[in-house]
Nanobody
Framework: QVQLVESGGGLVQPGGSLRLSCLATPSVFSINHMGWYRQAPGKQRELVAVITSGGSTNVADSVKGRCTISRDNAKNTMYLQMNSLKPDDTAVYYC??????????WGQGTQVTVSS
């Protein structure tokens, strides 16, 4: 079993930055790939970014150039650095992890609000 805990969300003004973190316990050892989804009120869930165990990344077009996904295996933590935030980025951000046995784990979500 893997537990995921997100942190780093909050209220930020347009143009600002946030770094979301996702801590995996007990470790990322059994995890194949991890990523971030987001869901805004009244909208479908959207895949934001994915990172594999080898470090390959993929970022949605909606955030490309503004968001970077990374992971620190030594700290069992994945990050989403978000810059030049827009009101449209307002959503609950969820981290997920897919294990090598194809189990999927989810965090509880962290709210990101972009507003002046």
């Amino acid at each position: 079993q893997v537990q995921l805990v997100e942190s780093g969300g909050g209220l930020v003004q347009p143009g600002g930055s946030l770094r979301l973190s996702c801590l995996a316990t007990p470790s990322v050892f059994s995890i194949n790939h991890m990523g971030w989804y987001r869901q805004a009120p009244g909208k479908q869930r959207e895949l934001v970014a994915v990172i594999t165990s080898g470090g390959s990344t993929n970022v949605a077009d909606s955030v490309k150039g503004r968001c970077t996904i990374s992971r620190d295996n030594a700290k069992n933590t994945m990050y989403l650095q978000m810059n030049s935030l827009k009101p449209d980025d307002t959503a609950v951000y969820y981290c997920y992890a897919r294990s090598v046995t194809l189990q999927t784990y989810w965090g509880q979500g962290t709210q990101v609000t972009v507003s002046s």
